[in-house]
């Protein structure tokens, strides 16, 4: 009975933790789906409100405009220079402090956007007339900040990409010095000569085979756009073999 008891209260156990785990897990992708579901609704939001000030900028005229235009390039340059950072912060982590600069400067933007849809609403365009500069002057001041930011970390990436390519660029430089230096004694040319001081016959198959060799680098490749195996080790080719075998019948009757 004790052995049994045992066994129940396991198996009550595993149960208790499959399902906490069960509606843990759930709980946590409800949350994830939540969220995604929220910045895309927030994306989709922010992407009305930019087609909508847009309208208001090129369709009606006075003071209206002039918020809308001043809401809009807000907007732009602090979306363009969020897109800038976090595509470099994905690259590394040089630019989470400017990214976290991006994001105070943003909750300043938020104040000063709803200070600007107030003025939208005010019936007095003396009032308008008057606030209109100010807060014009509190977003240039903020666009200079998101813009200084955006062009100063393109000239980083831009100066990243320029220095890695030229690092590239004189390595391939320094492996094609490398693969044009090759040994005297292991070139074709050297084994050809090699062979000829031992023996006249050889040598002229070398040459021979050094030419035929010399045609198939010119245009033969193994079908992927890369040298064969035979071109990179130096080996006869086979249509040398071929060439020396028809040559050996003729040089019978010509030597009688």
């Known amino acids: 009975m004790d052995v049994f008891g045992v066994m129940i209260g396991l198996v009550l156990l595993f149960g208790i933790a499959a399902v906490v785990l069960a509606v843990v897990g759930t709980v946590k992708a409800a ?3 939540g969220a995604r579901i929220e ?10 409100e930019t087609a909508t000030l847009k309208a208001k900028k090129y369709t009606k005229v006075g003071p209206p405009a002039q918020i809308a235009a001043v809401r809009l ?14 595509g470099g912060t994905a690259q590394g982590d040089h630019l989470s402090e400017a990214l976290g600069l991006l994001t105070r ?33 509190r977003a240039e001041r903020i666009t200079h900040s998101a813009e200084t930011m955006r062009w100063a970390a393109q000239d980083r990436m831009h100066r990243f990409a320029d220095d890695e390519l030229s690092r590239l660029t004189q390595e391939c430089e320094n492996e ?4 044009r230096h090759w040994d005297a004694s292991g070139s074709p040319a050297g084994s050809g000569a090699g062979v000829g001081a ?17 045609g198939a680098r010119a245009g033969l490749t193994d079908g992927k756009g890369r040298p064969s195996a035979e071109e990179l080790l130096g080996l006869a080719d086979p249509l040398a073999k071929l060439a020396q075998r028809l040559r050996k019948p003729s040089a019978g009757p010509s030597a009688g």
């Open 31 to 33: 949350k994830a789906v």
């Open 39 to 48: 910045k895309h609704e927030a994306n989709a939001r922010r992407a009305v």
């Open 73 to 86: 390039s807000l907007r732009t340059s602090l979306d363009g220079t969020r897109q800038v950072l976090e």
């Open 105 to 137: 400067l943003d909750a300043h933007a938020a104040e000063l956007d709803g200070e600007l849809r107030m003025l939208e609403r005010e019936p007095d365009t003396a009032r308008i007339a008057a606030k209109l500069p100010q807060l014009r002057e």
């Open 176 to 179: 094609a010095g490398a693969l």
């Open 198 to 214: 031992g023996s006249g016959s050889a040598g002229s198959a070398g040459s021979a085979g050094g030419a035929a060799a010399g």
